[in-house]
């Protein structure tokens, strides 16, 4: 069974301060996602990927894929309030198939 | 439609009675997902559809739970029998096409209470 854990479970921080959140597994997936989820929203995908070392980078976010494809990392700088949500990670089941799983996901609060 | 609609929003129902969740998927899209969100934790993965095929429906938890989709769009989710540890959110979510790269459009979902 594939599992995605992710690290913190919860995260309070100041507006300005920077954060990062930890994705991983044992399994090797053949591509990654990062979404954000608001209460009482669906998940919003913010970045996939699909390439061993591969960094994305989207405004203030920077998103990274190990390069064993087991884990991954997303990086925000100068939090600020709008960023609050619950982050979640998701790794295709096997390479090239249709499901993703997801992970445990991360619950950041900035405060003003 | 512009997005992911799920019906109803919100859903209380008595322990033992069958409740059905509606998805409307982003019109085109083939691919259509259930996934189950408890207390704000990460999704369970329920059931897959490409078109009007289920070919993976092994998330589902037991056989209270069936789903369907009709002309390659509209699903819906039934839970008969309700008990109380079906409460959560049910996320609806479609994809141009299955694999990897499109990513989800998710629905607001459904949150469902069983009392």
């Known amino acids: 069974t594939q599992l995605l854990e992710q690290s913190p479970q919860f995260l309070s921080i100041q507006e300005g301060e920077n954060l990062t959140v930890y994705c991983n597994s044992s399994s090797v997936f053949s591509s990654l996602q990062w979404y954000r989820q608001e209460p009482g929203e669906g998940p919003v995908l913010l970045v996939t990927?699909?390439?061993?070392?591969e960094v994305k980078k989207l405004k203030r976010l920077t998103f990274q894929f190990g390069d064993a494809r087991k884990d991954s990392s997303l990086h925000i700088t100068a939090a600020q309030p709008g960023d609050t949500g619950l982050y979640l990670c998701?790794?295709?089941?096997?390479?090239?198939?249709?499901?993703?799983?997801f992970g445990t996901g991360t619950r950041l609060k900035v405060l003003a | 439609g512009a997005g992911v609609s799920q019906s109803p929003s919100n859903k209380v129902t008595e322990k033992g009675k069958d409740v059905e969740l509606r998805c409307d998927p982003i019109?085109?899209?083939?691919?259509l997902y259930w996934y189950r969100q408890s207390l704000g934790q990460g999704l369970e993965f329920l059931i897959y559809f490409q078109g009007n095929s289920a070919p993976d429906k092994s998330g589902l938890p037991s056989d209270r739970f069936s789903a369907e989709r009709t002309g390659g769009s509209v699903s819906t989710l039934t839970i008969q029998r309700t008990q109380q540890e079906d409460s959560a959110v049910y996320l609806c979510a479609s994809s141009l096409y299955s694999g990897t790269g499109p990513g989800y459009t998710f629905g607001s979902g459904t949150r469902l209470t069983v009392v």
């Open positions: 998701a790794g295709d089941s096997a390479s090239g198939t249709y499901k993703y799983i």
């Open positions: 990927v699909v390439t061993g070392g």
């Open positions: 019109s085109g899209h083939t691919a």
